[in-house]
């Protein structure tokens, strides 16, 4: 009795600690570094943006609200020291003007994207990449598979057979998890009509959705885990296991995008229901895969990465 009491106590306040831990130090907490979390409030606004310009048909002026504070950021924050947010967002508002000025578009938003360029002269100096970047099979994105994995927001219709599917889940089963539990999941869908359902609970693929004829859910199994100090690691595995899941799909010539999951109990719960999936899973990442939309070249998002001193700290 005792000692139940004192494992309930436990799980109790270790996730009493994560709820305080994160509303302290979260983006959105009145007590978070402020210059640290407007940087990346920058980097998420200005990656929208390059998801846009890597779509099929970018829309149109899309994304008005996030050009105006990408905008008043830029010139607010280069007047001090360069950073990657700001080469982020110089790149990102520079793909937006080469896309309208081909399209020969003109609106008082895009004056604005000018001034700010204008402003931001010595960032566009650094900026290697207007937003998005175009792999072709001469320039892939790297030579080994991770280098070359990237995004992909452009599908065909193909739907990869059961074959392929199984050596993908195969090669992602190499990932490393504690004590060897595997407790990792997949649940792939193909049937146009669930994936829809799915995407719309999703959220994240809009513009995109529609070309999505292979959808995996990752899951993992919470009855693999036990104690108030293993609470995170069902997402520790589940990502490693989808990262490997995203090289299998590079390696085998086809081509992935990994999806946020981050949403609600509510809509975790409709997502097991649509997806058949059992209510002791917890659902880590959605990915969509299949086959490139050309074989020629894609257009995708450029997703810069930081320079490594932001990244790398050796004592
Ligand atoms: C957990 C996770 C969730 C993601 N969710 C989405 C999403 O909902 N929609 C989307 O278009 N991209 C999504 N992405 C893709 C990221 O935008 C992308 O990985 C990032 O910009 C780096 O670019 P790269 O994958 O091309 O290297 C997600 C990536 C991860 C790791």
Request: proline letters at 5%; a positive charge; one cysteine or more.
């Amino acid at each position: 009795m005792q000692s139940s009491l004192s494992k309930i106590s436990l799980f109790l306040s270790e996730f009493m600690k994560d709820a305080l831990l994160y509303a302290r130090y979260c983006g959105v907490s009145p007590f978070r570094d402020v210059g640290s979390s407007g940087s990346y409030k920058l980097v998420i606004e200005s990656h929208a943006i390059e998801k846009g310009l890597s779509l099929p048909r970018p829309r149109k002026l899309f994304g008005r609200a996030k050009i105006s504070y990408i905008v008043g950021e830029l010139r607010r924050t280069t007047r001090g020291n360069s950073n990657f947010s700001v080469q982020m967002a110089a790149g990102a508002l520079l793909g937006y003007k080469q896309l309208h000025v081909e399209q020969a578009v003109s609106d008082p938003i895009l004056v604005d994207i000018e001034a700010a360029l204008r402003d931001a002269t010595h960032q566009k100096e650094l900026i290697s990449n207007p937003g998005t970047r175009i792999i072709t099979p001469e320039h892939p994105g790297g030579e080994s598979v991770l280098e070359a994995r990237f995004s992909c927001r452009m599908f065909d219709q193909y739907r990869v057979p059961r074959a392929d599917i199984e050596k993908i889940v195969s090669a992602a089963q190499r990932a490393p998890s504690q004590c060897n539990r595997q407790a990792t999941k997949v649940y792939v869908f193909q049937s146009r009509s669930k994936i829809e359902r799915l995407l719309e609970l999703q959220g994240g693929a809009a513009g995109f959705g529609h070309l999505v004829n292979n959808l995996a859910i990752v899951s993992s199994e919470l009855s693999a885990w036990g104690g108030a100090q293993q609470r995170n690691q069902p997402y520790v595995d589940g990502g490693l296991f989808s990262l490997a899941f995203l090289l299998a799909c590079q390696e085998r010539g086809y081509v992935a995008c990994p999806l946020n999951l981050a949403v609600r109990h509510r809509v975790e719960h409709e997502i097991r229901s649509v997806g058949g999936i059992p209510a002791g899973e917890r659902l880590i990442m959605m990915i969509a895969f299949g086959k490139p939309v050309s074989d020629e070249s894609i257009r995708a998002a450029a997703s810069p990465r930081r320079p490594l001193s932001e990244v790398l700290v050796v004592e």
